[in-house]
C-alpha cells in the first residue's frame, strides 16, 4: 500500500533533518505501507513568492497567513533530499511539491518548476479568483457567493491544471465540498471533462481522506460517489491519499480509501 499525500516539514520549527525523516519512516511502517509520497506545500517557500501575489493582494487575512507560512527556501529542502535519497529504507519514498495552481500567475509557475527536478508534482486548487475557498477563517465569504458558479471556476481552473502539463497527480478533486456548500447544478459533464483531461495528460487522481482527517469525520471519506464513478468508469488511475500534516497521520485511512477502489 501506498499513501501519496504525506505533508513533510509544514512548518515544523525542527527543521529538516535524518530523525524527523525517520519518523516518517516509521510511522508508514506501523501504518502498513510501502510507499509514501513525502510533500511540501509550495507556499512555505520564498521562491513562489510572486505566484502567490493574487492570494496576498485579494484581503489582509490572506496576505498575513501567506506571509506567516513562506518563511523557507526550497534550497533547504532540495539539499536534504540529496542527503537521504541514496540511502535505503524499508519503505520507499519519493519526494515532491503540492503546487498551487493560481491561472493568474501560471506563467510564472512555470518558469520556476521548470527549475527543479522533483519525484513528483501534485496540482491542487485551492484559490479561486484569489479567495481561499477552505480556509475556515473566511468560511462567511461563501455566504456572499453564487455556489453554481463557485463550483464552475473550481473545475474549470482544474481543467486549467490538467492542461498545463506540469503535474503528475491532482490533488482532493472535490475539496470544494469541504464546508458542505453544494450546488444546484448537475456536475456530471464536469466530472466527465475532467476523467478525460487527466488521462490525457497522464495524470493520477487522488482519493483523499484529507477533508474527513483534517477538518471534520463528519464529511464524507474519500470522492464522492459521482466522481469516484465516473473517475473509474473511465479508467483514470487513482491513488489513495491522507494529506497527513503530522506523523502520527501517516497512512490513516489508507485501507478504507484503497477498498473504496475495489468494491464495484
Known amino acids: 500500500m501506498r499513501d501519496v499525500h504525506v505533508h513533510f516539514l509544514h512548518g515544523n520549527p525542527i527543521g529538516y533533518n535524518i530523525d524527523f525523516f525517520e519518523g516518517f519512516i516509521k510511522a508508514a511502517q506501523a501504518a502498513g505501507l510501502d510507499e509514501i509520497y513525502l510533500l511540501e506545500h509550495t507556499h512555505q517557500f520564498i521562491e513562489f513568492e510572486r505566484v502567490y501575489k493574487p492570494i496576498k493582494s485579494y484581503n489582509d487575512f490572506q496576505n498575513e497567513w501567506i506571509t506567516k507560512r513562506m518563511n523557507g527556501s526550497i534550497d533547504e529542502y532540495i539539499g536534504f533530499i540529496r542527503k537521504v535519497k541514496d540511502i535505503e529504507y524499508p519503505v520507499k519514498v519519493k519526494f515532491g511539491l503540492e503546487v498551487c495552481y493560481i491561472p493568474e500567475t501560471a506563467d510564472i509557475l512555470r518558469n520556476i518548476l521548470e527549475k527543479y527536478d522533483f519525484d513528483f508534482l501534485t496540482g491542487s486548487v ?59 447544478i448537475d456536475l456530471t459533464g464536469y466530472y466527465n471533462k475532467l476523467a478525460v483531461l487527466l488521462n490525457q495528460y497522464g495524470m493520477y487522481a487522488e482519493n483523499s481522506g484529507g477533508l474527513h482527517l483534517n477538518y471534520s469525520p463528519d464529511i464524507e471519506l474519500g470522492l464522492n460517489s459521482q466522481l469516484l464513478s465516473i473517475l473509474r468508469k473511465n479508467n483514470v488511475q487513482i491513488e489513495a491519499a491522507s494529506d497527513a500534516h503530522k506523523q502520527s497521520d501517516v497512512g490513516a485511512n489508507i485501507v478504507e480509501l484503497e477498498n473504496m477502489l475495489k468494491n464495484e
Open 126 to 184: 485551492h484559490w479561486i479568483d484569489g479567495w481561499g475557498f477552505d480556509h475556515r477563517g473566511q468560511k462567511e465569504i461563501w455566504e456572499s457567493k453564487n455556489i453554481e458558479e463557485v463550483y464552475r471556476r473550481y473545475y474549470n481552473i482544474m481543467f486549467q491544471l490538467c492542461e498545463s502539463g506540469l503535474f503528475n497527480g491532482l490533488a482532493h478533486p472535490d475539496s470544494i465540498k469541504c464546508f458542505g456548500y453544494k450546488p444546484g
